[in-house]
T-cell receptor
């Protein structure tokens, strides 16, 4: 079956531009997570949705970062006025049930954002 | 807060060699522990997990045992193959942190024929 998909796979932005990154989770999955992975580092948590509710946004690095999941399926991560330090791979993961330490998270291939 | 420390790579082995990648953790609660693998050009995949002390996770010949007394979850494989070449991430998930995954920095493994 279809896994988690993300688009675009690659995005180049000029500093100061706004970008929108899309995540299509596995159909029916309740939980959705966004992570940021800098070069040579492990992924770091950004935000978590349970259905359409954003239950945790403690990892968003600044108020330039905004995420939504209005209908409880597709999610968009928006970055306003991009800066060079935003360059990273942005990973989306989904899970069938509400978040639990027992549940596997299924990851998408990521969007590589490069800010020039 | 929660943190994961794993041995730095890169690790280069010959085919059929024994593999160990060390992982230790710090957590405020009682976490579940995971190993994820990222093959070249692919997304992160769960390799194995353990949810309580002394549990052993295993998959594809890889094993890791949840050791609460040493706060460790070392990854082992008795005989690696070229196809095991990938980046390996140790991670934990904790109720106190809303079940987000906290990852180590990753270890690049290259297996030569």
């Amino acid at each position: 079956g279809a896994g988690v998909s993300q688009s675009p796979r690659y995005k180049v932005a000029k500093r100061g531009q706004d970008v929108a990154l899309r995540c299509d989770p596995i159909s029916g999955h309740v939980s959705l997570f966004w992570y940021q992975q800098a070069l040579g580092q492990g992924p770091e948590f950004l935000t978590y949705f349970q259905n359409e509710a954003q239950l945790d946004k403690s990892g968003l690095p600044s108020d330039r970062f905004f995420a939504e999941r209005p209908e409880g399926s597709v999610s968009t991560l928006k970055i306003q006025r991009t800066q060079q330090e935003d360059s990273a791979v942005y990973l989306c993961a989904s899970s069938p049930w509400q978040a639990s330490s027992y549940n596997e998270q299924f990851f998408g291939p990521g969007t590589r954002l490069t800010v020039l | 807060g929660d943190s994961v420390t794993q041995m730095e790579g890169p690790v280069t082995l010959s085919e059929e060699a024994f593999l160990t990648i060390n992982c230790t953790y710090t957590a405020t609660g009682y976490p579940s522990l995971f190993w994820y693998v990222q093959y070249p050009g692919e997304g992160l995949q769960l390799l194995l997990k353990a949810t309580k002390a002394d549990d052993k996770g295993s998959n594809k010949g890889f094993e890791a045992t949840y050791r609460k007394e040493t706060t460790s979850f070392h990854l082992e494989k008795g005989s690696v193959q070229v196809s095991d070449s990938a980046v390996y991430f140790c991670a934990l998930s904790d109720q106190g942190s809303n079940y987000k995954l906290t990852f180590g920095k990753g270890t690049l493994l290259t297996v030569n024929p």
